[in-house]
Each structure stands twice: as structure tokens, then as C-alpha cells.
């Protein structure tokens, strides 16, 4: 029997890669720009960090981790968001003393057991983002403002496609005003109890917020009705919140307000947000994040409030590229272009295998993809092929023009060619290299 991936679980073909890679570049362009550092954590850590972190009666630590013990029969889980590992991170190295703020990021794998479906995965990256910092609304503002960057960076020159993706934000109160609105949730919920699918039932006693989140049809016609947060924050999370949205309105930043929004980790505090997509169908939050300012003292460091965010980065890709049942916004082609080698080289004639050999490795010293085949086969039948591989460029070493020190570039898209002068191999590379790159 042949053996499968587990479901779930996808390979990136080179194609994939090329478009991930492209938005990953994208956003580390951006994050720099606001002095974010790059930061690996591991993929597997203790149990109980996510178990203490996330919160134990949630639905990602009670149904969706990959938890197992070890050969030393610890309890590992492989990681299923990154603000959990990074804060472990900040406690073990002590990088408190650090000047503030603490800006990370980190890109890879995170991993649920959730039913695969479009935008489900069971291994699905992320673009974490966190930022760690005295409460300040500028700064948070700042930090959502850069979610939309990233999201919006690989349309900047389609302006009026832009609107794809709308933020929702709400505030979840803090530990002093929260719990009221707990109650008042659990006291109406209990009351429409019978009409709560299955999940939500079990939910009530431990997770009564996660209700507000559930996707069946009954249960959001009674969450409709239910009391909202806003009416319950106390002062300091109002004023935050209110500073929070002027400095939104200030900037024309649009945003909608969903006094139901929730998150699925028990770490959030006050500030909550989403990004949404079209064209994405039920799984259309392509960002999600918020605050967590408790979240490291409880894991056992200091006091030291944060925000943060994680993109999900193949939904991204589907909003912006598409997939099979929608059409993108931008053209993958152009970048699966990148794939495509700059120039083919044809070498008509033995003699010129060894300095097909030279040359091609000029030539990927100018950054250039080369292919050479080595193949002694016709001028016709070598075209064939760079043009099977999609070549941009065939360079062709024939005995006739290499006697008068020239070869021959053919523009493979445009079928033009013109033979280019050269003293020796460097040489030749170099005004190659000055050639295809202007033209392309
Ligand atoms: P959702 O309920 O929409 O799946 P979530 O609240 O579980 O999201 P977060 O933990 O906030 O998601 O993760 C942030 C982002 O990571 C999501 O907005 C989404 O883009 C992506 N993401 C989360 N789970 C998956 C998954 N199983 N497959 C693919 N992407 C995911
Ligand atoms: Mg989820």
C-alpha cells in the first residue's frame, strides 16, 4: 500500500513555495520597517505550557493539540499558536531587563487536530507577531495597523481591490469587569439552554465566551440576543477602547465594531481584533489577535502587558492568490514566473560542453538561474526544450559566431535575438546579466 501524507498535512510543491515565500518576504519587509526581530522558537514544547497558557477548558487544549509522551514519557504538545512559546521564551532568558518595547516575530508551522476543510488545516503556518509594551492605545494602534499593512502589501498597486479585507475589533474587558459579564452571559444562556447545539451545552460550565463564537445556525440566533461586553467594562477598559478607536478614526482606519467577537485562547484581555476576508467562505479570518497583559506573570515572570497577532498564512494566500474555486486578485503567474530559469544555455558542439560549464557558473554568480543540459542535440531540438522550461533566455555557444568572440541571446517571450561581443566569460556574464535584467 502506498503510503499517504497524514490528513491534513499538506507538501508545498515549488509552485506553493514560491507563492508563500512571496508573501513571507513581503511581510518581513514590513515588519522591519516598524523594528520587529525575527525569532525561532521550538515547535514542541511541555504540555503544560499550553495547557496553563491557552487554559485548560478551551477548545484547542481539550480537542484540537497533538499531545504525547515522549520516550521519557514527558508530556510534549507540537505547538498549536506561538505567543505561548515566545512568552516562555522571555520568562527563561530573562529578557525583561531588555529595553521596552519587546518587539518579536516568528514564522512556521503550527499544528491542530480540527476537521480538515477549505482554510482548515491540521498543519497551517502563521506569521506571529507580538509586541510587549506598557499599555499604550498609539501602540496598539500601531500594531493592528500593521496587520492591514501585511495583509493589504501585495495589492499596493491594485488600490481599488484593497477593501478585501475589513477589521472587527472588541474589547473583552479585564479581570475586574469581566467576570459580571460572565455571569449575565451564563444567567441568559441557561435560560435558552435546550436550543444550544451539543458543543455549546459543554461549553456553558466551562467556556460560556466560546459560545458567542459557535458557527451552527441555532446558536447564533440565540447569541444575537445575548448582552453584550460593552455594557459591562469598567471605566479604565472603556477609556481604553474609546482611545483606541479615535486614534482609528483620526487615521480614517475602518473598522467594524462586534461587541460578540471572541477568541478561542483564555489568555485575552481588553483589546480584541480580526481581519476578514472575501472570497474565502466560512474560515474568512485571515488575522486574529489582541491583547494578553497577564498572560506572562501568570506563566511566572513579571508584570509586562502585550499585544499581538497571528496571520494565517495560506488563508492570506487564498485572499490574495485564490484557489480552485476562486479567482485571485493578483496574477500568480507573475510570480510563479520566478520559478522559470533567466537563461537556457545550448551548447552546439563537445567542445563547448566545458565552457557551457564556465559560463553557467558566471552567470549564477549575477544572480541568474541558469539550466544547461549538456546534451549533444540539435540547435532546434535544444530551443525545444528552453522553451518546455519556459526559459526567458537561450544562450546559444555555436562554432560559427564563438570564432568572431560573440554568442547569440534569444529572447525566448519576445523571439528576437542579437549576438553579443565579448572578451572573455566574466565578461560575457556580466552583460548578460545587465541585459536580462533590464529587460525583465
Ligand atoms: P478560526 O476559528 O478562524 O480557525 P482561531 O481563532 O482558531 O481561528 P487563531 O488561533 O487566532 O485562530 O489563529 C490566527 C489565524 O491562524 C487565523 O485567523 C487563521 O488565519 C489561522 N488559522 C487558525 N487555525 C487554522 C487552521 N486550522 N488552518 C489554517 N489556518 C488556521
Ligand atoms: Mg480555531
Known amino acids: 500500500m502506498k503510503i499517504q501524507a497524514i490528513r491534513g498535512f499538506k507538501d508545498w510543491l ?23 526581530k525575527e525569532i525561532k522558537i521550538p515547535i514542541l514544547e511541555k504540555t503544560e505550557l499550553f495547557v496553563r497558557s491557552i487554559g485548560e477548558f478551551t477548545d484547542i487544549v481539550q ?35 531588555n529595553p521596552k518595547p519587546l518587539k518579536f516575530f516568528t514564522v512556521g508551522p503550527m ?39 501585511i495583509l493589504k502589501a501585495p495589492l499596493s498597486f491594485k488600490n481599488s481591490n484593497s477593501e478585501i479585507y475589513t477589521l472587527e475589533l472588541n474589547s473583552l474587558g ?11 452571559l451564563l444567567k441568559f444562556l441557561e435560560k435558552n439552554k435546550e436550543n444550544l447545539c451539543e458543543t455549546c451545552k459543554s461549553r456553558l460550565k466551562r467556556n460560556p465566551l466560546r459560545i458567542l463564537d459557535c458557527k451552527i445556525e441555532t446558536c447564533k440566533k440565540i447569541v444575537a440576543k445575548s448582552p453584550i461586553i460593552t455594557e459591562y467594562l469598567c471605566e ?4 481604553h477602547f474609546k482611545n483606541l478607536k479615535e486614534i482609528f478614526d483620526f487615521m480614517k482606519i475602518k473598522y467594524i465594531e462586534n461587541p460578540r467577537l471572541v ?20 474560515q474568512d479570518t485571515v488575522a486574529a489577535g489582541g491583547r494578553y497583559d497577564y498572560l506572562l506573570e501568570e506563566l511566572g515572570g513579571q508584570h509586562l502587558p502585550a499585544i499581538g497577532f497571528a496571520i494565517g498564512l495560506e488563508r492570506w494566500a487564498i485572499s490574495i492568490f485564490g484557489d480552485e474555486e476562486n479567482k485571485g486578485i ?38 541568474l538561474r541558469c539550466e544547461v543540459t549538456y546534451e549533444e542535440k540539435s540547435l ?48 560575457l556574464a556580466k552583460k548578460i546579466s545587465k541585459k536580462v535584467k533590464n529587460e525583465t
Not at 509552485?15 to 516598524?34: C, M, N, P, Q, R
Not at 504525547?68 to 530573562?94: H, S, V, W, Y
Not at 483589546?271 to 472575501?278: G, L, M, P, S, W
Open 14 to 36: 515549488p509552485e506553493d513555495f514560491v507563492k508563500y515565500e512571496y508573501l513571507i518576504e513581503l511581510a518581513k519587509g514590513i515588519l522591519k520597517t516598524y523594528n520587529y
Open 63 to 97: 480537542k484540537e493539540t497533538y499531545t504525547f509522551q515522549d520516550r521519557n514519557k514527558d508530556f510534549l504538545t507540537l505547538r498549536p499558536e506561538a505567543t505561548a512559546g515566545i512568552c516562555r521564551m522571555i520568562i527563561e532568558k530573562g529578557l525583561f531587563v
Open 111 to 149: 499544528f491542530r487536530h480540527e476537521r480538515p476543510q477549505k482554510g482548515r488545516l491540521r498543519e497551517f503556518f502563521q506569521i506571529d507577531v507580538e509586541l510587549f509594551t506598557e499599555l499604550n492605545p498609539f501602540l496598539e494602534a500601531e500594531i493592528i495597523f500593521l496587520a492591514l499593512e
Open 174 to 184: 479585564c479581570p475586574k469587569c469581566r467576570p459580571k459579564y460572565k455571569e449575565e
Open 236 to 239: 479604565d477598559c472603556k477609556n
Open 263 to 282: 477568541r478561542g485562547l483564555d489568555y485575552y484581555v481588553r483589546t480584541i481584533f480580526e481581519i476578514k476576508a472575501k472570497g474565502l467562505g466560512a
Open 330 to 367: 493578483l496574477d500568480l503567474d507573475n510570480i510563479l514566473d520566478r520559478l522559470n530559469p533567466d537563461i537556457f544555455i545550448v551548447l552546439l558542439g563537445k567542445k563547448f560542453l566545458i565552457k557551457g560549464f564556465q559560463l553557467a557558473a558566471h552567470l549564477r554568480k549575477e544572480d
Open 380 to 427: 532546434k531540438s535544444q530551443l525545444k526544450n528552453a522553451d518546455k522550461l519556459s526559459a526567458k533566455y537561450s544562450l546559444i555557444l555555436g562554432e560559427e559566431e564563438w570564432e568572431k568572440g560573440s554568442v547569440i541571446l534569444k529572447n525566448m517571450r519576445k523571439g528576437v535575438q542579437e549576438n553579443i561581443d565579448f572578451k572573455n566569460l566574466e565578461d
